[in-house]
């Protein structure tokens, strides 16, 4: 199983950034996808999820309305459009996925996570 996350970067306040995570080694269209972030000293933090088919999405109320969360299961990647970025948004991002009966925003209850990649917002 591999989730490969990339696209993080350093950007400036009020700019975008487009995180993409590509699976392998699970059938990927089975499993809802998250994003995830955590900063030094902070716990890890929910971001977004959507269900297996797309037709489900969800996000924290920090990030609802400026990123987005999309899936496409013939290519097995899962993307999060992350727009009018603060500050506040810096930290590693994490692609997750999970197989279950309901919707879950908390990290230990994804099966498999991907390595993490930095976002960095300053000016």
């Known amino acids: 199983v591999q989730l490969q996350a990339s696209g993080g970067g350093l950007v400036q306040p009020g700019e975008s950034l487009r995180l993409s995570c590509a699976a392998s080694?699970?059938?990927?269209?089975?499993?809802?996808m998250g994003w995830f972030r955590q900063s030094p000293g902070k716990e890890r933090e929910f971001v977004a999820l959507?269900?297996?088919?797309?037709?489900?999405?969800y996000y924290s109320g920090s990030v609802k309305g400026r990123f987005t969360i999309s899936r496409d299961n013939a290519k097995n990647t899962v993307g999060l459009q992350m727009n009018s970025l603060e500050p506040e948004d810096t930290a590693v991002y994490y692609c997750?996925?999970?197989?279950?009966?309901?919707?879950?925003?908390?990290?230990?209850?994804?099966?498999?996570w991907g390595q993490g990649t930095q976002v960095t917002v300053s000016s």
């Open positions: 080694g699970f059938t990927f269209s089975r499993y809802d």
């Open positions: 997750a996925a999970r197989s279950g009966t309901y919707y879950s925003t908390k990290p230990a209850e994804y099966n498999y």
């Open positions: 959507i269900s297996w088919n797309g037709g489900f999405t």
